[in-house]
RNA sequence: GGGGGUGUAGCUCAGUUGGUUAGAGCGCCAGCCUGUCACGUUGGAGGCCGCGGGUUCGAGUCCCGUCACCCUCGCCA
């Protein structure tokens, strides 16, 4: 053994210390003299001939320390331990017939050690980084560093490379300019809660990190660069899940000259490309797009998941002429008899299924589940079957297409409430009954948002995307009219009923800003004082112009079929937005409040 | 803020109706082993049962509180 080496030897190619990586060697390398270097992944001691498996992100090597090595490196090599950095210098050799190993690229060759270089020692880890049996979460997290190490995590974070290296390549080719925006941005009302980050130099004043780039790329536009993009880190201080974090990056662009297709073109552009590149899988073109009422309306979200069916039927005019009383109030209250249609599902919903299935349509808001199994016979039955007798039974038959052995599940609430219980139960149902293929991707449009939905704090409107948002030409007069009514200029990118990206063109001329931010309750006192530059800038010259952010996080999470947004970023935080490895956030001393100005009430931990 | 789940050895987990000294696999330490690849094998060390309180003769187990992590509703223009 020798110490790991000061003076640098240059070998062939730009690596000075390995000649190879550990997932470079093969049959057709047999005799060459090469170096390694890497991780051991584990050691397998047979007293007279021992194994290394050599570990990087390349792959993994056997490595032979035998009668031929050295007695030094024999004795040097039964210290070395798992997660030790080692140099190995070697021959590659075949394996004798017999121990080839099919389940390693390398698998058929080893290498032969002369020479081994401890470059450095490791203590005993948390946890095994090669390991079958998968750390909880949040040892993971805690030592992130190993859990980095672990061949999965790292095709994780390649796969995000090569999707980030798809759209930057895809950008670039359409003419796109990358330009940099500021994080240290203005905070303003809308949307969702800043994060704040105090003034040193001007007390009592705060800078907001970006919930977007929103307002910088449409001033690019107005400065007359035509076509942005950046790949943005943003900031949203609100609750996460599994699929959202505080701090998540987007694929922000921005057009000028445009109307929606041209920008939805682009992107499908994006999706084929990155489908084909990453899957291998060609996605016809144009993507479905579905309006924002159809999707509502069939199945109650705006990101509905598209690869299996379940769609609502409307059953309010049938259940008009019911005498079933949990209908007709729903009716005489203006809302909804809606229901969906499982096939076959009667015998393998049993009663306490169906409670279950219950529960989460009150979760949802709604009052109750009205559930219906078709017998052989063709009639139906559940509790509340008998209400449902004669032509009514019949002509929900007929609506739902129901055949025996069908199972229906119908919520009469309003179109809001019964939208979100079926919605949910649709999604249940989906996964539950596996209606679905896991690794299958489907891509689809929304369009025609409406441009407002009422705001339940304020009574008032509320912006359904921002309150850049462009109506439908056609839609102008109903700024004035019927808001409500008013159709957006907007379209998002569903992926697998999730939303992996949101675009609109934006209102180009500053007197209807001005109506929309006056329609959002925002006064022209406060829009002049927060958006003043963008009035100013919309009557110095903006052209027509739209875009589109997609989230790079839930892309990648997709593509790498996983279920959690953490597993493609290479340091999340925890739900409570903490960071388990530097224990972010954290105390600060009490110099630095004082030099920020800022007092804090509660006290700093010890 | 609400609902749900989890917390026992470094890691993954078991632990019965409340009852003697809390177990297993992996890892770790020390042997044996010349073709393994989740090597095998013998032995050993290792525990604030998340934390605090309570009930009890007795608590890993029951009760209350609390903390952390995960899922979820609200929230996320």
Known sequence: MKNAPSDLRVRKGCCVLRSHTCGELRLTHLGEKVSLCGWVDRVRDHKGVMFVDLRDR????????????????????????????????????????????????????????????????????????????????????????LDLRRPAMQENLLLRSRIVKIMRDHCDELGFIDVETPVLGRSTPEGARDYLVPSRLDHG???????SPQLYKQLLMMAGFDRYVQVARCFRDEDLRADRQPEFTQLDLEMSFVEAADVMAVIEGLVKRTAREILGVDVPMPLAKLSWDDCMERFGHDAPDLRYGLEISDLTAIATASDFRVFRAAVEAGGRVRGILVPQAAAKFSRKDLDALTALAVDAGAKGLVWLKMEPSGEWSGPVAKNLTGPVGENIRAKLAAAPGDLALIVADTFDISSKALHTLRKRLGSVLQLYDPNAMHFSW???????????????WAAMHHPFTAPRAADLALLDSDPAAC??????????????????????????????????????ETAREQFGFLLDALRSGAPPHGGIALGIDRWVM?????????????????????????????????????????????????
């Open 446 to 460: 929304v369009v025609d948002f409406p441009m407002f939905a009422h705001n339940a704090e304020s009574g008032g």
């Open 58 to 145: 390349w792959g993994r090597t056997q490595v032979v320390i035998g009668p031929e090595s050295s007695a030094a490196t024999l004795a040097a090599v039964r210290l070395v331990r798992p997660e030790w950095v080692l140099l190995v210098e070697g021959l590659v050799g075949a394996r004798p017939d017999g121990t080839t190993n099919p389940k390693l690229l390398t698998g058929a060759i080893e290498v032969g050690c002369r020479e081994l270089t401890v470059l450095n020692e490791a203590q005993t880890p948390a946890f095994q980084p090669s390991a079958t049996d998968l750390p909880g979460e949040e040892v993971r997290l805690k030592h992130r560093w």
């Open 558 to 606: 997709l593509f790498a079929k996983l279920d959690s947004i953490r597993d493609v970023i290479a340091f999340p935080k925890t739900q409570k937005a903490s960071d388990m490895m530097t224990g972010a956030p954290s105390p600060v001393a009490p110099k630095q409040l004082l030099e920020l100005g800022v007092r804090t009430i509660v006290p700093p931990q010890p």
């Open 205 to 211: 004043a705060f800078f907001a990190l970006p919930q």
């Open 487 to 524: 159709r957006a200029q907007a379209y998002d990118l569903v992926i697998n009923g999730s939303e992996a990206g949101g675009g609109t063109i934006r209102i180009h001329d500053g007197r209807t800003q001005e109506k929309v931010f006056q329609l959002l309750g925002i006064s022209p």
